[in-house]
């Protein structure tokens, strides 16, 4: 292995940012380009986004206690030592093979020099092109040299040479010299990389390419991403593009360019839903009047059903209707939308602004380089993901990246354990989540006990319905058990769990009963879920996981009911499992598929609340409907009735489509009750981390730092942290091993800045400073009981040196004298 | 934990008329100083009087710092921090508002009315917010008129 | 309290609450009691630990002065090992400082049997030093002749809350005529525990005692009003409050004395050493120079916000100023109006969290 490998990370938004710095704090050489000026991309037109409603741009960075960088709003921009960072560049293309790839970079934006421009403006007076924006607020006009970004001061100007037509008016205009077109045609070229990560997201649908309900035509029907804008230049109300009047109704409309076969967009592009959600519940903050017209609400993550009941709350109505066309009424200068929510019950609803829903563009592919040996390319960049799995999905990429280049590295750090920082780490649970972080984090040289409560590893993940995942698993299980850095606790538990970031101290019990303490530096919480439980009412009924294990367990010979009726959402995603599982609904719609398959007459019943299918998995529900699998939708105020009779199921159900109640018999009934954490609340126990109603464990910030908990030191990830399914939760495994290791990385370097210290001789151990620390970086001391700060964990806000009435909680004396003198 | 003094030097309005009114204005770091950063890139005024200085955190303000500021001669004193959910801290925004709601009734009983000491809640992309709030705040002090304890110079 | 037993006094009811602290150590009920004790040859009962049962006919229990406060000594003793349970004879007051001391983890309340004593007030040290020279029997007397107790410290004239709470048992004087008996009063728990090794028997509450109760607080409101009054309208200005405190010496004694001031040391007795000269030389520049030591008005204006959501009314802050400035008076001014404001009241209950650790997200600016 080299001494640094050299990475070049493609994109410089949420996913491009962090793998850059998750690779820089492994100890890479970071390459970053961003086509754009300014990096944090769609995040700086997002004051506030999902699913706090909060601005985060200051959380985006990683705190780095090692002081060589710190966290900045990223409004203020970016630096960091360990990222050679190009501004402006987009790659081109990427040649040669894995250690000796090189790249061509060209230029995408010009900057204007900042230190000449006197921001004038006569620059962007005399440009021609006019472009949209993504940040436009609609009251500048954008034009292709414009302000770098909505928070740049005015003389941080950049050119788009996508739309630039190099007339070069702007350099003559300018007075101070400070344009300079020639370097427009400049390009870089990078060699000698290692690997490089593609993290350049996914291109917008645009409506007017698709000619979206003639949107050209209308100026009040605007996107999603133009409904931001609007928001963000807002005061107490949101302004009209067309006229400039108080917007009063808005509609939403979901699915814009998305789950279309006319568009050849068979896909759920996954986040619009929470989207306009988001918009719709900031809009009633201003008291505009909010209507969302959908198919299905596709609220599929842990908290997100919570969010919509919030929403739904501050009234924001739901409208199941997928709109044919949206007309303008002239004379009127508002927006009709024709719809028919139940049958034979044609509605006009009028409104003076619609949002259209859009997701990802149907047309849009992944560069040309994207699938070559070397280039790692994120799920981000492949589908529109939310922050939080935009960040997951570029850790663990970038954790995939690495452990690939690092195949042939050698143990070096055991010696390391006499320092203050143990290099270990545990890691609990050994499912397809834990048995991912353990193997990431011994690819990067980091030695793991893993302690697994089962007598064999490899968790739900060997009950797979899915052949590949199941092998996946097994290998996954087999190469952890002979991995030198592995050591494999079965049949085990842990006990409690002490100390600090970098020093924890915790008991298991193995196998033989026997306890012994572990010293480790951070941990990996991996525990898991399992199915809820069903109240089994007689033999026909099966859970969704029971019934696709038998009908996919023979292969294509197995046998299938002649009928069979699922029941989705049974007893979950309302009040105390308020959540959805996202794994029922395509494990349904497989196993509706499989049954037909098996037995083609058969009479497939799905009694369903929102069919949640993401990403290309929208394919089976299309697929199912046009088999003849017969969906019903019900509202949780009147699930189906249940009876059995002469060994038959009977279900009772009203149909709203066909405004009746209908009874439908099967030989088989299956419920999908969702899934609940394994051992959530008792894990939040021993490691002292929070976990919420459901026993989920909970992260330290739901957008930028999802698989840490609020404990320094401490990750989690898979369904201990919320419902996911196999490919997410390998996913999450990785991104909390990444994390593990940059803290440990991190904590190994001797450089550790400490922000607070505690003065003993003052100290009357009062503990207010425990009770004031946000991050859980105060702890008393297991011997003496003296106040201790965790530098891991510490951040600097000052919190305990306000709380403590004599100061013995002070600044560290290099800060001290920054702080203001006050007497 | 730079906290620099800055007094914005403001042409075209009179300022002589509260030349010795002082209103110091204790910002959070993330959120309100960016916001008077953004408030600066648009050219936004607000009053002379006001001086701004920066705190990584308003859960780092002291209820010290507060006397110390009133002690000191200064009419007012104006609080901004995060919204409740956006501090980078987490909570520290909190902490600050209950430890001012702690210290009112003292200042108040001293002679100091609760008027002279304000929280907001500015976010990071709120310029027009800081300015229209500095200048309201300015507005209040100027009809309370110097404070009591102005030139008495007491530590 | 639910329960209460009257016990003999024969003349003595100090000696008969110390026969009692006597049987608890000697059930080992508890293996050690806290309780004044004037140890010749000083005249003046102090806060003494004992574990001797032959030892408590030599303490004062019911004595009506308080040579400091005892909460901050129960406190330290109750921090000691668990196996140790101490009794502790404590004022209203002292408990509820008690209590504030424990929600900033400087007391045990597990390692203690608290046994209050309805006080109608405390006489300053020297008065009852002075006092005591005239009156042999001064502690028994004191509760029957209502001149000695007109002479009660100027902050106990107007306390209100001169009932114990919080405490596991409670020794009543109010009400009683203590020569021939004294009540004793309790509820489940620890407190019955120690009536039943003591014997007592539960029997009928004198109604006397409520119109005692009743008479006392209403006089002790109408006092409490008027101090009040007069301080909020001097302090309300600059000048009226320097007219109180611009003399203070910077003893620091008030802080020292103070029950729930709790810092090894104070911020402010610290920065009094390492004041920055360049500074004080700036502000000497100004009208009317500066005054040394500087930092006194800080001082004061620190420990109000420091600890007016604390401040439990004791006038220990008063009784040992040297020039006596008010501070009790001032104290309680601004406490009254902070512990108003934050829905507060210090001591009241060992559950209710400390004000300013409440960082509820709830509710605007």
Redesign the interface.
Known sequence: MKEAARALVMGGGVSGLKAAMDLARAGCSVFLAEKQAVPAGLLLGLDRQFPSNHCGLCRVLPPDPSGRTWQACMRRGFGHPGIEFFPGFEVQDIQGSPGNMSATLIRQTLMVDSDKCNACMQCVEVCPVHMPDLFSTGQIPVKAISRAAPHRPPHHLAISLEACTLCGRCRDACREGAIDLDAAREEKVLDNLDFAVLASGVEYCLPEVYNLYQSAAHADVITTLDFEALLSSAGTDIMRPSDGRPVRRAAWVQCAGSRSLKLEADHCSGICCMISLKQASLAREKDIQCSIFYMDMRTSGRDWQKYLDRAREKGVELIRCRPHSIEQVPEEQILRIPHAPSPGNQQDRDFDLVVLSVGRDPAWKPPEYAGREGVFTSPGSRRVLDIARSIIAASATAATALGEDRQESLPDQEAKDQDQVHSRVLVVGAGPAGLSAALTLAAGNIPVVLVEQKDHLGGHGLSNISPEQRKEVQDLAARAMEHKLVQVYPSAAVISCTGPAGGFKSRIRDSSGDEKEILHGAAVLATGGRAAPVARQEDRTADIFEYSRRIFAAGNSGEAPESVIFILCHNTRQEPANYCSRVCCSLALKSCLQTLSLRPEAEVTVFYRDIMVQGDDEELYTRARSEGVRFIPYSPDAPPSLEAKDGKIRVKGSDPYLSEESEYEAEQLVLAPGVVPAAGSEMARIFNVHSSAEGFLCEADAKYRPVESGRAGIFICGLARNPVPFKEAVLEGRAAAMSALGLLKQGLDSRLQTFVRVKPALCSLCGLCLEACPFKARYAHEETGAMAVDPLACRGCGACVAVCPNKASAWSEQLEENVHELN | ???GISRPEEAGTDNSRHKELDVLALVCN??TY?AA??A??TRLHYPAQVRL?R???T???????I??CF?DGADGVFIGG?????C?????N??A???I??????L????IPPQRL????I???EG?KLQEDLTSFARVIEQLGPS??K????? | MHNFSLIETRGDAGKAVSMLLARLLEQNMVQAVIVPAAVPPSVLPMTRLLNNPADLDQTSPLAPVAGVSAATQAAKISRGPQEIKIAAVLRPCEIRALVELHKLNQAQLDNLLVIGLECPGRLENQDYIDLQDQNQDLDQRFYRDEDLQSRIAITCRSCIDFLPENAHLNICVLGLDLDQQAGIAWDEGPGADAARALELKPGQEPGERGRAVDSLRSQRESAREEVMSRSRETISSSSGLQSMIAHCLGCFNCQRACPVCFCRECVCSREAFEQNLEMLHTRAGRTGGIRLPAGMTMFHLTRLAHMAHACVGCGQCSSVCPIHIPVADIFRTVAAATQKELDYKAGRSPEEPIPHLNFSTEGDQ
């Open positions: 934990m730079n906290t993330w959120c960016t950063d953004l600066g890139v200085i705190f990584m955190c859960g780092m303000i002291d209820m010290r710092y006397l110390s002690l995060c919204h409740p959910g956006d980078h801290y987490l909570t520290g909190l902490k508002r209950v430890r709601k702690g210290i009112r009734p003292v108040e009983s001293v002679g304000r929280l907001e809640w976010g990071a992309s027009k009591d304890y030139g008495m110079n007491l530590v």
